[in-house]
C-alpha cells in the first residue's frame, strides 16, 4: 500500500465550476500537508500549507484537512482556464528540521472555456 | 525574497556520459536542499537533501550523487549515466530548522539516449 494515494485523473470540468480534489494516506505521524500546482514542463508550485487537522481559505482554494480519516482535499471554486494543471498532494511527519515529503502521483486537471 | 535557479533546463546525454546539474538559490542563507526526480505519471521521489555546506544525506541508493560545495549550492552528478536515470530533476529548499515548506525550481529534463 503506498503512504499516499492519489487518483490520477485526468479530471475536465467546465469553467466556473466547484472543482474537488482528494488524497487518502496512511502515515498517522504526518503533521503537515500541502498541494502544489504544477504546469507543464514547470516546478510543482506551492498552493496551500496546512498543519494538523482543519481548514484552510485562500482566495479561490480551500484546503481540508481531516487526521481522523486520513483524508485531505483541496476545493477550488470558481475555476479559470488557468487553473489547468496538475496537483499534487504532500505530506510530511513534525520532527523539526530537512524532512522527506511525501508526494501523491499527482490529478490532472483540465478546466473548459 | 527568495529564489531558485536551476540549469540546464534541457539536456540529452549519451548512455555512459557523466552528467553535472547546478542549483542554486538566492534571497537566503543556510537553506535545506533537496533533489528530487519525477517519472512520468508518478510523484516526486526524494533522492538528496543536505541542512548544511558538505552535509549530505541519500533517500536512495543509486547511479547519482551529490555535493554542496557552497551554502546555496546544490550539485547532483554522475560518472556514467544509465538509460534509467532519464527523468525530470528538481531542485528545491526549505527554511531550517522550523517547519516550513519546501519550494521548487523548474526542474532540468533529462534524457538518456
Known amino acids: 500500500q503506498k503512504e499516499v494515494e492519489q487518483d490520477p485523473g485526468p479530471l475536465s470540468v467546465p469553467e466556473g465550476a466547484i472543482v474537488s480534489l482528494n488524497c487518502t494516506y496512511s502515515?498517522?505521524?504526518?503533521?503537515?500537508f500541502m498541494w502544489y500546482r504544477q504546469y507543464s514542463r514547470k516546478g510543482p508550485e506551492l498552493l496551500m500549507y496546512?498543519?494538523?487537522?482543519g481548514n484552510k481559505e485562500d482566495g479561490r482554494f480551500t484546503a481540508q484537512v481531516d487526521k481522523s480519516s486520513k483524508y485531505i482535499s483541496l476545493f477550488i471554486r470558481d475555476s479559470q482556464p488557468s487553473d489547468s494543471a496538475t496537483y499534487l498532494c504532500?505530506?510530511?511527519?513534525?520532527?523539526?528540521?530537512?524532512?522527506?515529503?511525501?508526494f501523491g502521483q499527482g490529478t490532472r486537471l483540465t478546466i473548459n472555456p | 525574497s527568495q529564489t531558485i535557479h536551476q540549469w540546464p533546463a534541457t539536456l540529452v546525454q549519451p548512455v555512459g556520459s557523466p552528467l553535472s546539474l547546478e542549483c542554486t538559490v538566492e534571497?537566503?542563507?543556510?537553506?535545506?536542499l533537496y533533489w528530487y526526480r519525477q517519472a512520468a505519471g508518478r510523484g516526486l521521489q526524494l533522492l538528496f537533501y543536505?541542512?548544511?555546506?558538505?552535509?549530505i544525506s541519500s533517500e536512495v541508493p543509486q547511479n547519482l550523487s551529490a555535493s554542496r560545495p557552497q551554502d546555496r549550492q546544490f550539485i547532483l552528478s554522475s560518472k556514467k549515466l544509465l538509460l534509467s536515470d532519464s527523468g525530470f530533476y528538481l531542485c528545491?529548499?526549505?527554511?531550517?530548522?522550523?517547519?516550513?515548506?519546501?519550494?521548487f525550481g523548474d526542474g532540468t529534463r533529462l534524457s538518456i539516449l
Open positions: 528545491a529548499w526549505s527554511l531550517g530548522p522550523n517547519n516550513q515548506p519546501q519550494h
Open positions: 502515515n498517522s505521524a504526518f503533521q503537515y
Open positions: 496546512t498543519y494538523s487537522s
Open positions: 504532500a505530506m510530511r511527519g513534525g520532527v523539526q528540521g530537512a524532512q522527506k515529503l511525501v
Open positions: 534571497g537566503t542563507s543556510n537553506p535545506n
Open positions: 543536505s541542512v548544511g555546506i558538505g552535509q
